[in-house]
């Protein structure tokens, strides 16, 4: 039946495309999953730079290669990347890896979609409010709105900006030129992106004050209340809070709920940058290091570090039910969020966002989270923590 | 010999992630790569919502599940997608499916690093400079920048955020408030990304001042000049104008060669959005409509629309040979980007972006070039153009 077969728009054949991608599959198996996570191999077969350009050839040219070419080439690629699956891996805050995560990301890219309406989306639409459901609850919210970044210093400049819009809805279409001078608070050390973020945002770093941490990295939530008299005294209007749960540096964790007090005595957003200790949330045992983060106005938590989804999965969450991400971000495109559909298009979450297209960050997550269960995930939370000790 | 097993932190085993994963694989094949492709397959079972969420079932749960669980899930989430791969997607500007692309991506996938250091990615940091450097190639320029972001839209904000820190570089401390108020100019046939993009940055969506196009969708000079002029009458500082090359709706490429002399004459960044259009730079046949683009400040292309890589290959160029990148964005963190390290630390791209960890974006695209040749991918866009006619 000649409709079977493929129209001729396509410009492979699927017989050749399935050997080859078989092979690599198979390339990626013994490389990776076995000798990338195998302690006898190296973590990283290690070229300086001007070596491992030779190596490589990585000149694009006119000419197309064969099939045997190119299995050499991601032989070669493999060969000197880093295999941050690799046991002894410490470099970074991201490293191991889960099966189940990497056969969600392998189905993601296959399917190759972008997550901003039902109908382009279905499942990943549906998927996504889930995941999110189930992330804000371990945060202690029964509502709330959300959405995946690419990556948590995304995700801390969407909370700038969501505060300052909530508190300011003039900045969006009049700028930053008709408000007030701003002021957040942070402490240094938090991560770098809430100062990249400010820069970004327009505020400018100088709009980031920095609130004295103790011994061990922890916000002083009395310097807080000083710093905001301060910022106040000199004519800035504070109007963010970012704590840190789990710093970068020293794994500290600010103390919420002192710091939630100065926030609803001043009226400030609190936001907490749980990028890495998000995940402690899954943990019984340890998950009191985050008390207080259920009075946050925004968590941002990224699975794919202590929960090994893969990179990238960084969640932005909301107790906000009013619908702040879409008033603060949207545009309304008519071409492409077109309110006469024959679906509810509160189902079109592209307008969330400050991207247009957007990938399918949630099944990694999801495909992980239904084959482990939360207590696979907490056990590998805890043992992370006997390890740290 | 012990040593050449896994150490027991991996908590999984090798033999039963391998069987997974080549279920899963498999599956890939069956239902995207044969049947996604097939004409006589649908596009997408459709389902409403409420059904579908019954279908997936969707709820995470505290138990995890057995393999053959796991593999009907991703039967299920293959079945209710949408095959953007199908011969007849045509809903978004993205579609198709490249194998050796989607090779890329799963040996990506697998690997699963991030692109901000030499040391963490050193096949990607020679392979991201040579694809940029290809771009580049092809836009005209034998020097310059870039980097690949997180989507086009990011893309566009990146060049507003660059040509306003070249103008006036203490935004980046001081903030918009120590500025005079600022202009871009772009069409309405622009897209949507300049106005959420202004917003974002803290400019507002008032400074992006509509110029009038053509009743093909092309920006008209003489308007341009006669906007710039007008926001310099009403006390604003005129420093981007943003041309399109491929709008989302029409598909019009804006006349660069003459709106580059306008911004010569004016002393205004030129920012191409090509991020459809940008790959007809490939077809010696169809390259003319960019003509000018060589003029340009900055160009953003997405090779994932029109040359297939796969969501998200979107890369920003710069003609700037003064690391405007970095200076514009940098902060230094000492943690990452250590000054004392034993090899080239220009080779640490991380600092040139508002992300910290950041996807592999490049090779998805390089390997389908090692494949497809140039030669191959200019077929594939003059086949592009052929059935648009």
């Not at 103390?255 to 609803?264: F, G, H």
Request: charge should be neutral.
């Amino acid at each position: 039946m000649a409709d079977s077969k493929p129209l001729p728009s396509l410009d492979w054949d699927p017989v050749a495309a399935e050997a080859l991608l078989r092979d690599v599959f198979g390339v990626v198996v013994d490389e990776v999953i076995w000798k990338g996570t195998s302690a006898s191999e190296k973590v990283c077969e290690w070229k300086e730079p001007e070596e491992l350009k030779q190596l490589l050839d990585l000149e694009l040219r006119s000419q197309g290669e064969s099939k045997e070419q190119i299995l050499e080439r991601c032989q070669a690629v493999i060969r000197y990347s880093v295999k941050t699956c690799h046991p002894r891996f410490f470099n970074q805050l991201f490293s191991g890896l889960d099966p189940h995560a990497l056969a969600g990301r392998i189905v993601t890219e296959s399917l190759n979609t972008s997550q901003y309406t039902y109908e382009i989306a279905p499942v990943f639409v549906l998927m996504e409010e889930e995941v999110l459901k189930k992330l804000r609850a371990l945060v202690g919210w029964s509502s709330g709105d959300g959405v995946f970044c690419p990556g948590g210093s995304i995700s801390n400049m969407y909370a700038v900006n969501l505060a300052r819009y909530q508190r300011f809805p003039d900045c969006k279409q009049k700028g930053l030129r008709a408000l007030p001078p701003l002021a957040l608070f942070t402490t240094k050390e938090c991560h770098y992106s809430i100062k990249k973020g400010a820069a970004f945002l327009g505020l400018g770093t100088d709009s980031v004050r920095v609130v004295k941490a103790d011994e061990r990295g922890k916000m002083i939530p009395e310097d807080l209340e000083r710093q905001i008299s301060l910022a106040e005294a000199e004519g800035a209007v504070p109007f963010l809070v970012s704590a840190t749960s789990g710093t970068t540096v020293l794994g500290a964790f600010d103390p919420l709920e002192a710091i939630a007090d100065v926030c609803q005595r001043r009226g400030l957003w609190l936001h907490v940058d749980a990028a890495w200790g998000g995940s402690v949330l899954l943990s019984q045992t340890h998950r009191h290091l985050l008390d207080g983060i259920q009075r946050a106005d925004s968590v941002a938590w990224n699975p794919h570090k202590l929960l090994t989804a893969g990179l990238q999965c960084s969640a932005l969450l909301l107790r906000d039910t009013t619908n702040l991400l879409k008033r603060c971000h949207g545009s309304q495109a008519s071409y492409l969020f077109q309110q006469d559909k024959f679906y509810d298009v509160a189902l079109d979450t592209g307008d969330k966002v400050v991207q247009c297209g957007r990938r399918v960050d949630c099944l990694k997550l999801w495909l992980m989270w239904k084959a482990q269960g939360g207590q696979g995930l907490e056990r590998r939370v805890n043992q992370a923590f006997a390890l740290a000790r």
